[in-house]
């Protein structure tokens, strides 16, 4: 059955969309690269590194692994939502990868180019409103970065970008791009080459050829071009010179069906981050607790979760006060792995006192998620505290999480799974495609020969609920396929005439490619109605 969705005589496909890509065609993805400043962009001052501008043609241009040499149009990026707020920037093209694609971008640079020790909430919102406003224009973002806040602009990102469909990739460097000697060059490249093949809808950083969870990841060395580690994480995926090992099992996607959208304004303000040591007074501690405004405190405690406990457990009484008060205090380890546990009985007298066990979480995560919960609408201390104890992003490990087992002990090809999965979502067997997905999540995204996922058949197969059921496992509406200039899920619902279906994916958070917009107009006469839900702006 699968078969039937790269055959020409498919009424699947429309008379424009009948011929799949020529031999010469290679597919482009389209990459949006946000310059936020840090040292990949610097150059020497008088006044020591400084960020400087221009880094697309001054860095990448010159560059063959950037640029296959030949012109092209620029793109078009949403800079403001004001009147003015679109325009075009000039756009360079890679060769073609491994993978058989070539990378389109463009580099949009911030009007000041920091380095990242200032950065604050309002560089976060600034990221967050890039990224939200040209989402539907590009397939991934890479964003540029200094290395000194990058885990903690990671955690944030992570959290503010709900409902996350497409890759974001944060990266930086130790050493200039301008150096002879660097680790920008090759930071960058798997960078977009990440954000361009494969479809990890996270907030990842990308680091010494290791892609971490963003929210999972600290910096560990403030010279080494080994600079992050994942401390309780395993990386995502490892790039190596011939291949990259991606941990499937380990990557997380949205599940909600519902559309990608940013929480702005995290309430950094009122949170804070203290650090316990041997003779720490409760009378500081108490300082820090009366601070004006003060919502929530991420307390670093000793290894699985202790504080002092002398002073007649002053110290306990001062925290058990401050969480009357409606604090949210969060315990967090000093130590680089492992988790707080209630296993001593001072970390379990604060678990009595109300402070939060924040598990394995590094305090850059939990630092940012305090924050990110307090700026939410109706967030009171009892949700935020509640919250901060589960993962909601992947960024700290529960350890009740579901295991797949294969029941038979034996995995099948990849192909006779495809073309099992293809068969059970044309025949609508529900249970059948809920079974073979169980012994192997990763067929979720995995395209046919065609290009086509499970989501692309199930688009337009005859049950909704199998299409409901692989959104809710986080499958993704954004993958392309073969077919044109690379269909969507969405444009084959829509040119199909399904209406449910395409109501279900607007509701899942798909769109129409920037790619697919001129082919739709084409074919919208046919069922204006449904091509509108689809989300076509028709005149
Ligand atoms: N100070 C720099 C920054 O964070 C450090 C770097 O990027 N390597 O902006």
Redesign the pocket.
């Known amino acids: 059955m699968a078969a039937a969705y790269g055959d020409p005589s498919s009424p699947l496909m429309s008379a424009t969309d009948r011929t799949p890509l020529g031999l010469g065609h290679v597919p482009e993805t389209r990459i949006l690269v946000i310059m936020t400043?840090?040292?990949?962009c610097?150059q020497k001052s008088p006044d020591g590194?400084v960020?400087a501008r221009n880094f697309l043609d001054r860095c990448m241009a010159p560059r063959p692994e950037f640029n296959d040499g030949e012109p092209h149009d620029p793109l078009e990026v949403v800079f403001d939502d004001g009147p003015d707020g679109l325009g075009k920037l000039h756009s360079l093209r890679t060769p073609t990868s491994v993978y058989g694609k070539r990378i389109r971008y463009a580099v949009l640079e911030y009007e000041t180019l920091?380095?990242?020790?200032s950065i604050d909430s309002k560089g976060w919102d600034q990221i967050a409103q890039t990224i939200s406003r040209n989402y539907k224009l590009f397939d991934g973002f890479v964003v540029l970065?200094?290395?000194?806040?990058?885990a903690y602009t990671c955690s944030a990102l992570s959290f503010m970008l709900q409902n996350l469909g497409k890759p974001v990739i944060l990266t930086?460097?130790?050493?200039p791009f301008s150096e002879r000697k660097n680790d920008a060059l090759d930071n960058l490249l798997d960078s977009l080459d990440i954000a361009a093949h494969f479809m990890i809808p996270e907030v990842c950083l990308c680091f010494n050829s290791t892609l971490f969870r963003g929210n999972r990841a600290t910096k560990v060395s403030a010279s080494a071009f080994d600079?992050f580690a994942s401390p309780n994480l395993p990386p995502l995926a490892r790039i190596t010179a011939v291949d990259t090992e991606v941990a499937w099992n380990l990557v997380t996607r949205p599940t909600s069906l519902q559309a990608f959208n940013i929480q702005p304004d995290l309430d950094i303000h009122h949170v804070a981050c203290l650090r316990i040591f041997p003779g720490i007074k409760p009378k500081m501690v108490e300082a820090v607790l009366r601070t004006e405004g003060l919502r929530g405190l991420v307390l670093e405690t000793f290894g699985a979760g202790n504080a002092p406990s002398g002073h007649d457990n002053k110290l306990i009484q001062v925290i058990s006060d401050a969480v009357q008060r409606g604090i949210v205090i969060v315990n967090v380890t000093q130590c680089l792995t492992g988790s707080v546990s209630p296993l001593y009985a001072p970390g379990m007298a604060l678990g009595r006192a109300g402070v939060v066990a924040g598990g394995d979480m590094t305090s850059e995560a939990a630092l940012t998620k305090l924050a990110y919960l307090l700026s939410l609408p109706q967030a009171s201390p009892e949700s935020v505290a509640k919250r901060m104890a589960i993962s909601i992003r992947g960024e700290l490990t529960e350890h009740s999480e579901t295991v797949f087992s294969h029941p038979t002990g034996e995995l099948s090809s990849p192909v006779a799974q495809l073309t099992a999965i293809a068969y059970a979502i044309a025949s609508g067997d529900l249970q059948k495609v809920q079974d073979l997905l169980r012994q192997d999540t990763q067929l979720m995204n995995r395209p046919d020969y065609s290009g086509n996922t499970p989501v692309h058949l199930a688009a337009t197969g005859p049950s909704l609920e199998i299409l409901r059921y692989l959104l809710s496992l986080g499958a993704s509406v954004h993958l392309r396929n073969h077919t044109g200039s690379g269909r969507t899920p969405l444009f084959l619902a829509a040119n199909a005439g399904l209406l449910p279906h395409v109501l279900l994916l607007r509701q899942a958070g798909a769109h129409l490619h920037a790619e697919e917009l001129d082919t739709a107009r084409l074919h919208a006469s046919q069922r204006p109605d449904v091509w509108a839900q689809a989300g076509l702006d028709m005149p």
């Open positions: 400043g840090g040292t990949i610097m590194l960020p920091l380095d990242s020790s970065h200094g290395t000194d806040s990058l930086g460097s130790q050493v600079a």
